[in-house]
């Protein structure tokens, strides 16, 4: 059997964290919480903006669970920016307006796994654990 190498930061034996970006700082705390009792390492965003600026300091996430809203159109923008320097990057969308699919998979590809809110948990894990078939 063949064991093939986990996602890792550079200079870490872990893998690379599940990002996490919610404006909200209670629900993005219950959604954390929930995942680090399914065993995933956690990193938390309070914003887009501060993805890009991970991302510019050369930090990868193994997945990016980002909440996105039509409110805040910057955030498909993020997620643009995000998906250029990071082709591979797995996304979820967590959204209450899932039309919004087609305007990010113009210049999005692949196009990012699309939730709806309420959440359903379980089809949450099922992405990541799709997006992160090591985990």
């Known amino acids: 059997m063949t064991t093939l190498p986990s996602v890792e930061h550079p200079g870490s034996s872990h893998r690379a964290p599940v990002w996490v970006?919610?404006?909200?700082?209670?629900?993005?705390?219950?959604?954390v919480g929930l995942l680090q009792m399914?065993?995933?390492?956690?990193?938390?965003?309070?914003?887009?903006?501060?993805?890009?600026?991970?991302?510019?300091?050369?930090?990868?996430?193994?997945?990016?669970?980002?909440?996105?809203?039509?409110?805040r159109a910057d955030e498909v923008r993020v997620v643009r920016q995000v998906r250029l320097g990071n082709p591979s990057l797995p996304i979820i969308i967590v959204t209450e307006y899932p039309q919004l699919a087609p305007r990010l998979g113009a210049q999005t590809e692949p196009l990012p796994v699309i939730l709806?809110?309420?959440?359903?948990?379980?089809?949450?894990?099922?992405?990541l654990r799709a997006s992160l078939p090591l985990f």
């Open 21 to 31: 970006v919610d404006e909200d700082p209670r629900t993005a705390r219950v959604l």
């Open 38 to 71: 399914d065993g995933f390492e956690v990193e938390i965003f309070g914003s887009g903006a501060a993805v890009v600026e991970r991302l510019a300091q050369v930090a990868r996430p193994g997945a990016l669970v980002m909440n996105v809203s039509m409110a």
């Open 116 to 127: 709806t809110k309420p959440v359903d948990y379980a089809a949450l894990l099922v992405a």
